[in-house]
């Protein structure tokens, strides 16, 4: 789909199109029984606001703030670049997914832990088909890649989109987590974010946390050890997004689909690595230059536990939870899915 040639962003993109069109999400999740959906908002929340992460932590490192951030400092189109039309300022697009052909960006660099956001207003109306995602890769050509994803899977107007989660470590993914969330994706900005450091991912919108994947190599489970890119796409995901599949993308009705993205200036706080198998420059053995490395990041607070139970209420689909699936695909349960969730 994404026309080859240029990027070397372009082989993950591929890799990760083709890997993700092969997710079939198991029959036990369409089974599973739908939360109500409710278009209500959060009215206050005492966590932190997301914006401190974007500002210059005591002890940062100099280089890493003297550069001005807009998307082309960090980011390209790997495919299709009059799909990204962006504003003159670098700081706004539109992602525009029709017959021509899908939308997507990618980042120059790799990094080794980090905060990384977009914001962004996913297609209103019948959005059935569409998938949007935001999420960090390794190279996805590699058996052992690492990943950490965002996808939205559009839906019928009036029905909700829902947020999938999944995280690849090493290679071995099939960590799928559906949340049909509190308020409607494609009604306005929301900053949707990826953590990761040394303790754990940390998934989430805006300041909620709706997601956590720990670090359990104390444990004896592998944890990401490779440098990572950050992405960013509108594509068709007909054989299995919308409703299991049974819905598909439709063009002529439908499109083109839309979505906004902007906040790109503070997208990216993350490590930059050389080389995606050399991190060893992100691994700090002292005390780490980076906010993200530092408390109150490398537990949960008490209220981030709070929001993490409170969010439970809007999970639709949870691998650990999915029993028939394992023996059904001649897997074992993921080894997290046994121990303490966070
Ligand atoms: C990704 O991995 C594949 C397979 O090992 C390799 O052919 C390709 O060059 C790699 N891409 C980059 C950008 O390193
Ligand atoms: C983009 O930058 C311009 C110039 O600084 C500013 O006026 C505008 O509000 C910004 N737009 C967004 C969406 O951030
Ligand atoms: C779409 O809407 C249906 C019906 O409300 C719901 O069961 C499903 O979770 C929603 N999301 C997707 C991706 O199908
Ligand atoms: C939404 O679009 C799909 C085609 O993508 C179509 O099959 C479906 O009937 C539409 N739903 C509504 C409620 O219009
Ligand atoms: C699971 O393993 C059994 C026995 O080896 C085999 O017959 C079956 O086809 C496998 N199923 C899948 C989905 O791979």
Same mark, same amino acid.
């Given at each position: ?52 992460? %974007? ?82 890769? %390794? ?93 960013? %796409? ?109």
């Amino acid at each position: 789909m994404a026309r080859s040639g240029n990027a070397a962003v372009t082989l993950t993109l591929v890799a990760f199109l083709c890997v993700a069109s092969l997710l079939v999400v198991s029959e036990a999740a369409l089974r599973a029984s739908v939360a109500p959906f409710e278009r209500r908002s959060l009215e206050r929340n005492t966590w932190q606001n997301p914006q401190v992460y %974007s500002q210059k932590c005591p002890g940062d490192p100099d280089w890493y703030w003297t550069k001005p951030k807009n998307f082309w400092n960090l980011y390209k189109s790997y495919c299709n670049p009059q799909h990204l039309p962006l504003n003159r300022y670098g700081n706004y697009s539109e992602m525009i997914l029709n017959q021509q052909g899908i939308s997507g960006f990618g980042s120059y660099s790799q990094y080794f832990t980090g905060r990384f956001t977009v914001k962004a207003k996913l297609p209103p109306g019948n959005s059935s088909g569409t998938v949007f995602a935001f999420y960090t890769s %390794s190279n996805g050509s590699k058996p052992d890649h690492d990943e950490i994803d965002i996808e939205f899977l559009g839906n019928e107007t009036g029905k909700p989109i829902t947020m999938q989660t999944n995280v690849f470590v090493n290679g071995m993914g099939n960590r799928e987590m559906r949340h049909n969330l509190w308020f409607d994706p494609s009604d306005g900005y929301h900053e949707y974010f990826i953590q990761w450091n040394s303790a754990m991912v940390l998934i989430g919108v805006d300041s909620i946390p709706i997601r956590v994947f720990m670090n359990n190599e104390a444990h004896g489970l592998p944890y990401f050890n490779k440098g990572q890119g950050v992405f960013c %796409s509108l594509w068709d995901g007909s054989k299995w997004a919308t409703q299991g599949g049974r819905i598909h993308i439709d063009y002529e009705l439908n499109g083109p689909f839309i979505t906004q993205v902007t906040g790109f200036g503070r997208s990216i706080n993350g490590c930059r690595v050389q080389s995606e198998r050399n991190v060893l420059g992100c691994q700090y053995p002292g005390p780490t230059p980076f906010c993200w490395e530092r408390p109150p990041h490398l537990r949960l607070t008490r209220n981030q536990k709070h929001l993490l139970r409170w969010v439970d209420q809007f999970c639709v689909y949870d691998y650990c939870k999915d029993n028939l699936r394992w023996p059904r695909e001649n897997m074992t349960k993921p080894a997290e899915c046994n121990m303490i969730p966070y």
